[in-house]
T-cell receptor, first 114, second 111 residues
Framework: DAGVIQSPRHEVTEMGQEVTLRCKPI?????LFWYRQTMMRGLELLIY????????DSGMPEDRFSAKMPNASFSTLKIQPSEPRDSAVYFC????????????FGSGTRLTVV | AQSVTQLGSHVSVSEGALVLLRCNYS??????LFWYVQYPNQGLQLLLK??????LVKGINGFEAEFKKSETSFHLTKPSAHMSDAAEYFC?????????FGQGTTLQVKP
């Protein structure tokens, strides 16, 4: 298994631009999570999907952030317009609900907004 | 709400010494607890997890953790530190399907 695949690994963009981060979960996993990691706030859950349906988006910072999961093998996190304070590492994770409770993380996307 | 607190944002040990990273949880129900490790510029890797079976949980790379309900603790230990153990370690609790992380502890291993 290739694990959770995120793209791109690094993204540098100018303030005001739209940014789209992508995630492919492990095949067969039915839950998907987006986390953001910063020095100040640590690891924060942004949104969580189960069977492609958003279950908890209470961590989404504001309307500039949106996430979709059109099918079981793909999710996107979009920031529009981006701001310098959005600079962080964004992780995607997946798991099979009801299994051995393991959550598998991707390698992350390091976003820098200048 | 369930949460975890990691005591000590930075721990330094000598190579070969005992590693002890502290985690306390807050939960009104039996918790599912996890330890993850993050090496520089990498994602999070699962070290071990507690899911209400044995209270002493053995993980990868020689790490283990003991669930102590009376102390609401789930401390991570390793008998002998290696240089390769230098990384950031996160304790986490499962709360309504999602993982809630502690602030992390950076482990430094001195030669």
């Amino acid at each position: 298994d290739a694990g959770v695949i995120q793209s791109p690994r690094h993204e540098v963009t100018e303030m005001g631009q739209e940014v789209t981060l992508r995630c492919k979960p492990i095949s067969g996993h039915n839950s998907l999570f987006w986390y953001r990691q910063t020095m100040m706030r640590g690891l924060e859950l942004l949104i969580y999907f189960n069977n492609n349906v958003p279950i908890d988006d209470s961590g989404m910072p504001e309307d500039r952030f949106s996430a979709k999961m059109p099918n079981a093998s793909f999710s996107t996190l979009k920031i529009q317009p981006s701001e310098p304070r959005d600079s962080a590492v964004y992780f995607c994770a997946s798991r099979q609900e009801g299994s051995n409770y393991g959550y598998t993380f991707g390698s992350g996307t390091r976003l820098t907004v200048v | 709400a369930q949460s975890v607190t990691q005591l000590g944002s930075h721990v330094s040990v000598s190579e070969g010494a005992l590693v002890l990273l502290r985690c306390n949880y807050s939960s009104s129900v039996p918790p599912y607890l996890f330890w993850y490790v993050q090496y520089p510029n990498q994602g999070l890797q699962l070290l071990l997890k507690y899911t209400s079976a044995a209270t002493l949980v053995k993980g990868i790379n020689g790490f283990e953790a003991e669930f102590k309900k009376s102390e609401t603790s789930f401390h991570l230990t390793k008998p002998s530190a290696h240089m390769s153990d230098a990384a950031e370690y996160f304790c986490a609790v499962r709360n309504t399907g999602k993982l809630i992380f502690g602030q992390g502890t950076t482990l430094q291993v001195k030669p």
